[in-house]
């Protein structure tokens, strides 16, 4: 188990290979063979001393530490319901990172790591992709049928207790109801959901804006009104990407203002990489997160604002709409309704996602404006403006599938996302019989028609089309 944590740790070697293959780590819970693709697996671990947690899933098992980091501890026996091989202390856990996090499933024992090619690795039966059952594929290693499990999912279920809740305790008590909040994003998905959190967890005086430069004309102009930065906001939460001017812009905008500067900032972004994380830095954002982290937003503008509360009657024009910014005559109704978001009651033919009717008419925009872009883009030399628009699209699609964890949509968009990022950096031709393949793919997502098994099957369709779009020299 030792020399399997050690290539684990260290694995990098197949994906620089070009070949059309992967690596699948084969391990066992009780009468189960099951596989995980290495690219998923941080490391193999003895068993751990876990703390337990109060009122988590059933599967969760508890946390423990691990070089400064808390990680969460599901049991496959108990999501799986099957009976333990192993003493507690005898169980091996197996470390996974992805969608920005890393979570630890406790198994009985790990086989070795088998490298199979793409050819062997099948879909998972309709009538499996179309249930609950974490299963994504299937294959054969040593005449041995391994189940693949859908790692994901099994996050995705684990996790959908705490994400149908929408509420966030507050055990400091803090006057939540009396701090503006501002909120800066332009997928409508992640507004919404964010904003349901946000009122639900006592946060309800908030502004919403669909891009920097909604917010930043409206903080100017609440600061001129007012002549009082803490009637302006307390905290302010912002996408990294938005058309028009972007987080980090306005977040500079904001530190470098001899007044606004005390306002909080509070930066997220699909994926937190180091470059991301100093330029946060470099524009003195006071705190940052990752998309699939937004369930963490409540707790960190409770830790900025904890030493701020104010009067209620000091936060006068607190439900005023951004879209009021642009258009002065706004009816009073309509701004009443754009800011009162209450809890949404929608049915999603995806298990756990309260917010599937948003995301989908959000997807259905994009995916036209993604259209008219291929279609600009027929040529071989791509205009610049085409390219950036079509990575702002992309990641606003990627923000949104995180943010109410649709992981199909975010794996597929993500892949072709770094497609164009290549091009742009002059790593890659343009992708552009990739990137249409993947806006056909959503086109059929998108129609309005489709049951809940034709999501399922259409879903499902999304590891494949991911492999198809990375093509063998990425796998």
Known sequence: MA???????????????????????????????????????????????????????????????LRDSV????????????????????????????????????????????????????????????????????????ERLITMLDFEMIADQVSEQANRAGVIANPQNLPRHELQILLADDSATVRQAMTETLRGSGYTN??????????????????QETGDVNQVADL??????????????LTRNIKEHPELRKLYVLLFSSIMTEDNRNKGAAVQADAMITKPELHRVVD??????????????????????????????????????????????????????RHWVTFRNELNDRVEHLTELCQLASNEIVDKDVVNDSLRSL???KSAAMAIAVQQVAGATHVTEGKVSDHRDNKGPWPGAELEKYVAWLKELVDPMNDE??????????????VEIAGASDL
């Open 3 to 65: 020399s399997v944590g050690n290539i684990l740790l260290e694995k990098d070697i197949l994906q620089e290979s070009g070949t059309n293959e992967v690596e699948i780590l084969v391990f066992h819970v009780g009468d189960y063979a099951l596989g995980i693709n290495v690219a998923k697996v941080r490391e193999v671990l003895p068993a751990q001393k876990i703390t337990r947690l109060p009122k988590a899933h059933r599967s969760i098992v508890g946390c423990f530490t």
């Open 71 to 142: 990680v969460p501890c599901v049991s496959l026996h108990k999501h799986l319901d099957e009976k333990a091989t192993h003493a507690p202390n005898e169980a091996t856990i197996i470390l996974t990172e992805f969608n920005q996090y890393q979570t630890a499933f406790v198994v009985d024992s790990v086989d070795r790591i088998h490298r199979v090619s793409w050819e062997h690795v099948l879909a998972a039966p309709s009538v499996v992709t179309q249930s609950a059952t974490p299963v994504t594929a299937v294959t054969t290693i040593n």
């Open 206 to 223: 908030l502004t919403t804006f669909e891009n920097g430069e909604e917010a930043w004309t409206w903080i100017q102009r609440r600061l």
């Open 236 to 249: 302010l939460v912002s996408d990294v990407e938005m058309p028009q001017i972007g987080g980090f812009h």
């Open 300 to 353: 960190v503008a409770d830790e900025l604002l904890r030493t701020r509360s104010r009067p209620p009657s000091e936060i006068a024009g607190g439900h005023e709409s951004a879209r009021a910014v642009a258009s002065n005559d706004a009816p009073a109704a309509t701004v009443a309704a754009e800011t009162n978001v209450s809890p949404t009651t929608e049915s999603s033919p995806v298990p756990g996602q």
């Open 395 to 397: 990641h606003s699609i």
């Open 453 to 466: 098994n034709e999501v399922q099957t259409i879903l499902a369709r999304a590891d494949a089309l991911t």
